[in-house]
């Protein structure tokens, strides 16, 4: 494990040497970042500006109800998990879209260290800061947004276990990746399929009650990213879903193991390819 951390630091230090060398890419790069995320919440604060809160009704009768600053709350703590996969993790986008295809995965079989490891290491995501600062700062603001009565509510000892639970979260975010970027070991490009199964996590920076089922157990049992985002946030504010905590490291623990058993069968199956 040591030898590892070793490693992945000197990537960390060989990007940020790149990153000094292309400073107006970088700089466009968080630009573009934040931009989209200001639409995102600009649409949000509209949404609301013409409802009260955001309802879950069942046979007309309003079952639960969410205030515009719950919902950014869980907006902002989504981004938590996912910015830090994307930081630390995002060189698995490469091994689906081009990596195997052109033949480049040759050389991580090449090396003295496990294939996986070193994917995860060679990358250092600079611009996923952009993430964790707009998280941080919805999730501050909600909270100082919100009404007096609203954090009545919150127990500060729930705090503890919503903040371990993070790294269980973005394991969840990895092995969505690992297990979909693997499948380019048998079909060379598999890089649409990890798009489409991760891009569901959008689903999750809103209440999972408001979707039909069909969504609601896709994002909570087979993509499980509601439990990386609307669930631990959700524990946090209301003290609900309790039930999330110990699911969301069973979950992780498990999804992790498939998405091992999926690269090691993998690259069992692997060709070399290329031009």
């Known amino acids: 494990m040591k030898r590892i951390l070793k490693m992945h630091l000197i990537f960390i230090r060989q990007d940020l040497k790149k990153l000094m060398e292309y400073k107006v890419d970088f700089l466009l790069g968080a630009i573009g970042f934040l931009l989209t995320q200001a639409v995102q919440i600009l649409c949000l604060g509209i949404i609301f500006s013409a409802i009260p809160a955001l309802c879950y009704t069942l046979n007309g009768e309003v079952l639960d109800a969410w205030s515009f600053e719950e919902v950014l709350f869980i907006y902002g703590f989504s981004l938590i998990p996912k910015g830090i996969d994307h930081l630390l993790y995002d060189n698995l986008w490469g091994l689906g879209y081009w990596i195997v295809d052109k033949g480049d995965f040759d050389k991580y ?6 294939s996986w490891i070193y994917i995860l290491c060679e990358k250092f995501c600079v611009d996923a800061f952009g993430d964790l600062v707009v998280g941080v700062a919805l ?13 009545a509510e919150i127990n500060p000892l729930r705090i503890i276990p919503v903040v371990l639970v993070i790294p269980f979260a973005v394991m ?8 979909t970027a693997a499948i380019s070991f048998w079909t060379k490009r598999s890089g649409h399929i990890t798009h ?12 999972a009650k408001i979707y039909n089922t069909f969504v609601k157990t896709l994002i909570t049992y087979i993509l499980p990213f509601a439990l990386t985002a609307y669930y631990p946030a959700i524990y946090l504010l209301r003290g609900e879903s309790w039930w999330s905590i110990p699911v969301t490291v069973a979950v992780s623990l498990v999804l992790f193991g498939v998405s091992q058993l999926i690269w090691h069968r993998g690259l069992k199956a692997y060709e070399s390819a290329g031009s």
């Open 139 to 151: 999730i501050v603001y909600s909270l100082v947004s919100m009404s007096p009565e609203t954090i």
């Open 196 to 207: 489409m199964c991760y891009m569901t996590n959008e689903f999750a920076k809103y209440p």
């Open 172 to 179: 969840i975010f990895t092995s969505v990746k690992t297990g």
């Open 109 to 114: 079989l090449t090396r003295p260290i496990n």
